[in-house]
């Protein structure tokens, strides 16, 4: 199973470069369980920009983002992949 990354551009690359490698004869592939969710990469990208204020130009303290929020929602992303039948994630 994977969890969608930065933007869905990067996303389709990253199952695009696993297709392409497990596909070689064009017969075989990997199966595989996509999940994407733009609320979640909005609120990964706010919670580095909080850590990280001095390069985002951004006033410390500005939008607090609550990281067990994004734990939780990452491990609801986890709970959906494996009720799809995946086994690695």
């Known amino acids: ?4 990354g930065v933007s869905t551009n ?3 690359n990253f199952v695009r470069k ?8 064009g017969k075989s592939s990997l199966p595989l369980v996509l999940c994407s969710d733009p609320a979640l990469n909005k609120e990964l990208l706010l919670y580095e920009e909080n850590s ?6 951004r006033a410390e303290g500005s ?4 990281p067990e929020h994004i734990v939780e929602n ?3 992303k986890r709970r959906s992949l494996e009720r799809c039948g ?4």
């Open 1 to 4: 199973g994977i969890i969608g």
């Open 86 to 89: 995946a086994k690695l994630i």
């Open 18 to 25: 696993l297709d392409d490698w497990s596909s070689k004869d």
């Open 63 to 66: 939008t607090p983002v609550d």
């Open 74 to 76: 990452l491990r609801n």
């Open 10 to 12: 990067s996303t389709l």
């Open 52 to 57: 990280y204020p001095s390069v985002y130009h």
